[in-house]
């Protein structure tokens, strides 16, 4: 079945670092790919999403890529802020509806 | 406007307890879904409604876990006999039909089983 890996938290960055979490994906098809966020005390929420190779979702700064030949879709940001300390999740929505999470990674910006 | 609400926040309750678990999606949306967030764990997809179709019941881990959606709008998820294992967040989310992946979560409710 599909599958989603990503890199384990936690990670803690100072203010204006370049973060890199690494996600890698099995899946049968074309999966369309995205990154939540879940923010302290909130619900979870989409960041960006591709539906296609070779697609960049962006928002809020960070960017990632859908690398069909690595089977990767990497979220960065070039200068985090401490108001991006949250829990990210990779995931995968397959031909149906259903979506496949990673375990998420914990970010902690400090100032 | 009104997101997804989930009820109760938190739901402490004894082994062998049933429980019934409450989300009201946002108005108009017509998907929803449940998940369930264990300790370590990513989020395991459980159970899905769309519209009048039948639901999507292949991620229920057994059958003392069912849901219903009255009305095509608020769903309750029950769990009977409830085991220690049982013991996690449950997400609810909604979605319009014509974005599916696109997920509105609510904030989930924790259940201890103890």
């Known amino acids: 079945g599909d599958s989603v890996t990503q890199m384990e938290g936690p990670v803690t960055l100072s203010e204006e670092a370049f973060l890199t979490i690494n996600c890698t994906y099995t899946?049968?098809?074309?999966?369309?790919l995205f990154w939540y966020v879940q923010y302290p005390g909130e619900g979870l929420q989409l960041l960006l999403k591709a539906t296609k190779a070779d697609d960049k979702g962006s928002n809020k700064g960070f960017e990632a890529t859908y690398r069909k030949e690595t089977t990767s879709f990497h979220l960065e940001k070039g200068s985090v802020q401490v108001s991006d300390s949250a829990v990210y999740f990779c995931?995968?929505?397959?031909?149906?509806?259903?979506?496949?999470f990673g375990k998420g990674t914990l970010l902690t910006v400090n100032p | 406007g009104a997101g997804v609400s989930q009820s109760p926040s938190n739901k402490v309750t004894e082994k062998g307890k049933d429980v019934e678990l409450r989300c009201d999606p946002i108005s108009g949306h017509t998907a929803l879904y449940w998940y369930r967030q264990s300790l370590g764990q990513g989020l395991e997809f459980l159970i899905y409604?769309?519209?009048?179709?039948?639901?999507?019941k292949s991620g229920l881990p057994s059958d003392r876990f069912s849901a219903e959606r009255t009305g095509g709008s608020v769903s309750t998820l029950t769990i009977q006999r409830t085991q220690q294992e049982d013991s996690a967040v449950y997400l609810c989310?909604?979605?319009?039909?014509?974005?599916?992946?696109?997920?509105?979560f609510g904030p989930g409710t924790r259940l201890t089983v103890t």
């Open positions: 899946a049968t098809g074309y999966p369309s």
């Open positions: 995931l995968i929505g397959g031909s149906n509806y259903k979506l496949t």
């Open positions: 989310a909604s979605s319009p039909e014509t974005a599916s992946y696109e997920q509105y």
């Open positions: 409604f769309q519209g009048n179709s039948a639901p999507d």
